[in-house]
């Protein structure tokens, strides 16, 4: 019977001790930091890498076995080198070959089209006036078309020794090679690439199947320079899934007219697939659970309250708060974790934001 009292007594004790504990903790004030609710934007995005792509990639080889000569660049003065940007129609390097020239009688064949035309002409004249038959007037006409293939094909034969580029754009190599050394046919000559114009090939998983579309917003960034983001624009998406990975690809083009990117690198792509406007959000990590739901703590007179919210979309670092919290109010971002529902706190920091 006396153990019994005595532990009856330990009971009361402790158990006063507890209560004494818990109206302590509520009468001491808790320093905490608040954010000033005001509206603002929200987005939900779909997260990728790749390797960038050039919208544009050409490299040349010679068709033709020639003397090289590297050609200056009209912007520069200088010969051309790796870095300078060119346009559609330069001529970059120039091979020559005598032989090869004289086989190709570029002007003879000019000579024998402005005959074969002057023949037609009066041909023609002369059948309107029934002075030939028209057995002759066809003959002079196929004279001329044989004339003409014959001119556009010695203009070909010639091209072949200028290399020009098929793009605008930036020489991106240059194999070197003496001027006036002979260069057998095939070599590789020169290469350009545009890219004031990026692409990004990506691949999605399932579950963003529907919700990734042509058109949305996405924002790039390179691992090499975070700071810098570039937007771009979805261009193409695959329609159906693939069996064996379940995901889907599409395509990503980006304007890179500041040169901010550049062929190869790694990226970061956001795609934003939804986005609330003047809406509250807070930091996600303060918004907390329980068996009732999620909830914050917001300030009333000097008095941490808890407040039940409902959440909408969710960022990298933020949620929208759907309902439950108003512009103006002050949520606590700071020092909630020892915080219970009618705590005294002591604002030692605000911050504004949405």
Avoid at 144 to 169: F, W
Avoid at 278 to 301: A, D, H, K, R, W
């Amino acid at each position: 019977m006396k153990n019994i009292i005595i532990a009856l007594l330990l009971v009361f004790i402790l158990a006063r001790c507890g209560n004494q504990n818990q109206r302590f903790n509520m009468d001491v004030a808790v320093d905490v930091t608040v954010q000033n609710l005001t509206p603002g934007s929200i987005s939900e995005t779909v997260t990728t890498t790749g390797d960038l792509l050039p919208a544009g990639s050409v490299t040349l080889t010679n068709e033709m076995t020639g003397e090289y000569f590297l050609q200056k660049n009209p912007s520069t003065g200088a010969l051309y080198k790796m870095g300078d940007r060119v346009k559609k129609g330069d001529v970059i390097i120039k091979l020559e070959d005598k032989a090869y020239r004289n086989t190709t009688d570029l002007e003879g064949e000019r000579l024998n089209l402005e005959i074969s035309e002057q023949e037609y002409e009066k041909q023609k004249a002369l059948f309107e006036k029934g002075g030939v038959t028209q057995r002759e007037l066809v003959n002079a006409e196929r004279n001329l078309v044989s004339a003409r293939k014959a001119y556009e094909n010695a203009q070909i034969n010639l091209d072949k020794m200028s290399i020009e580029s098929p793009i605008d754009g930036v020489i991106t190599a240059l194999p070197y090679y003496s001027q006036g050394v002979r260069v057998n046919q095939g070599s590789e000559m020169v290469a350009v690439m545009n890219y004031d114009q990026m692409l990004l090939d990506i691949t999605l998983p399932a579950a963003s199947f529907g919700k990734v579309k042509a058109g949305q917003a996405c924002f790039i960034s390179s691992y090499s320079s975070t700071e810098d983001t570039v937007r771009g624009a979805i261009s193409q998406l695959s329609p159906v899934l693939d069996v064996a990975t379940r995901s889907f690809k599409g395509r990503i083009t980006i304007p890179n007219r500041e040169d901010i990117l550049r062929p190869g690198m790694f990226v970061n792509a956001d795609i934003v697939v939804e986005q609330n406007d003047s809406t509250i959000t807070v930091p996600s990590n303060v918004v907390l659970s329980q068996m009732g739901g999620e909830f914050v703590f917001v300030i009333e007179e000097e008095t941490a309250r808890k407040r039940i919210v409902q959440t909408g979309l969710e960022s990298s670092d933020r949620i929208e708060i759907l309902d439950g919290l108003e512009s103006g109010e002050q949520v606590v971002i700071k020092g909630f974790e020892t915080l219970r529902d009618g705590s005294k706190v002591k604002i030692e920091d605000e911050v504004s934001g949405y």
